[in-house]
């Protein structure tokens, strides 16, 4: 009996029952009886398989929420994407989206895209024990939920729900958890491939618009016909749109950049020494000053990384243009392919025709067009300007202004 309280590695096997009664107790007969018997008495006395009681779902009345991963072939590689899931109880209606981790604003985050896509709030969502939502497990089912958790359910008025810690818990969400198998099975197989995580996740939105008319087995009515009548009967979106994102105050180093999360980022040179706002959201970071937005950039990774846009640094190149060559956000320009060979090559006629410091000024003047500018007609211009042997920002500047009049006696190719 002390076996069923024993973890399951650690229980007696048939042959180890055999190895006791000959050590312990001098038995004599072969093992072969004893693996037999033991056999029949676990079919015999062994605990009934788990089994679950059927339940109904009112429409509109909840849905569960769930994490799982999946593989995705993106231009810079194969990455393992996690995505979260929330899925009405009743209608089987789902939303789903990509992140590249687990965290705390992915987690708000997708919330506040799921209601907005759901175009209301269910009144109750049942949870795992996610570190995102749940501070510490308490006696039964009570919870203490972490602060950014309990502000997002107060701002949409739902309540929430947690399963048991363990296997245990996971059958208490099964529909979700059925979910999940199914959508990778039919939707995410073979590997995918998107362009960005911006891309997958419109692509998950047009695979799961597809399945709106499938019928799950026991329903008498398409996910769509059973949709439209759950809808209604959510909760109203809040008339205040919730803001996900996470702010954090930072000064400007003397290189221009913020420290966030453990990576810095790049903010225009006039800052330096000042204090911004910064909010991280799950792909971005956006940064600002006195209420204007003075920088936006894609959210680094892990810790100890670097993202310096170059225009940040052109009023200070300006008066040292010589560092334009040796510098970090060219660079990093050139690494991400936002410079074009056309850049160079008007860079280095500009150095002949005017001299070191005065063409890379020169240069300098161009790239301040993309500032005001459309970047892909600039990139016509300058390309331009290079073709036709017309080596000055003056001549840069007037080609602009003629494509973006749509003139066409613009300066014709050699």
Known sequence: MADREAPRKQRHTGRRVFQRLRDEHDFKGAESTVRHFVARWRRENSLPRQAFVPLDHAPGAGAEVDWYEARVEFPSGTEMVQVFLMRSCYSGQEFHMAFPHQDQQAFLEAHAAAFSAFAGVFPTIRYDNLKTAVQRVLRGRRRLENQAFFRMRSHYLFESEFCRPGIEGAHEKGGVEGAVGRFRRQHLTPVPKAADYDDLNRMLRERTLADEARTIRGHRQSIAEDWETEQSLLLPLPKEPYDPTIPAFAKVDAKARIQVKANHYSVPVRFVGMTVEARLSAHRLRVSHGGREIACHDRQRGSGGERLELDHYIELLLRK???????????????????????????????????????????????????????????????????CGAYDAGAVQSLLRQLERGDSKTVPLK
């Open 321 to 387: 243009p010589g560092a334009l060559k040796r510098s970090r956000p060219l660079r990093q320009a050139r690494d991400s392919g936002c410079w074009p060979e056309e850049f160079d090559r008007l860079w280095a006629e500009l150095k002949l025709r005017y001299g070191e410091s005065k063409g890379t000024k020169q240069l300098l003047t161009v790239l301040m067009l993309l500032r005001d500018h459309d970047a892909d007609l600039v990139h016509v211009a300058v390309g331009l300007a290079v073709e």
